[in-house]
């Protein structure tokens, strides 16, 4: 089994910062890709940003320049630091891993429980 666990998020004015993080831990084998979705009331899930174990890096076009993927490997973790926050950031934020479990060998998608981030106006 794999668990993700999510922390950082929280309630921010616009123009703040904060720093998601999501650490997998259990049989993984290895880990392809890590990376952030999001959900607003009433919208659909969108990817926000991800980045793969190679450093392959994508962002949605609203985050760019505002919001910061990384990775320490050595941790299976990954960070998203958001700056300039606007009122339309807000939603809840799950962290996903594209990784392949140690015992079965087989490739899976493994999700956070979510962190809600609230940005003011």
């Known amino acids: 089994q794999v668990q993700l666990v999510e922390s950082g998020g929280g309630l921010v004015q616009a123009g703040g910062s904060l720093r998601l993080s999501c650490a997998a831990s259990?049989?993984?084998?290895?880990?392809?890709?890590m990376g952030w979705y999001r959900q607003a009331p009433g919208k659909q899930r969108e990817l926000v940003a991800t980045i793969t174990s190679g450093g392959s890096i994508y962002y949605l076009d609203s985050v760019k320049g505002r919001f910061t993927i990384s990775r320490d490997n050595a941790k299976n973790t990954v960070y998203l630091q958001m700056n300039s926050l606007k009122p339309e950031d807000t939603a809840v934020y799950y962290c996903?891993?594209?990784?392949?479990?140690?015992?079965?060998?087989?490739?899976?998608?493994?999700w956070g429980q979510g962190t809600q981030v609230t940005v003011s106006s």
């Open positions: 259990g049989s993984i084998f290895s880990i392809n890709a």
């Open positions: 996903y891993a594209d990784l392949i479990e140690r015992l079965s060998a087989f490739e899976y998608d493994y």
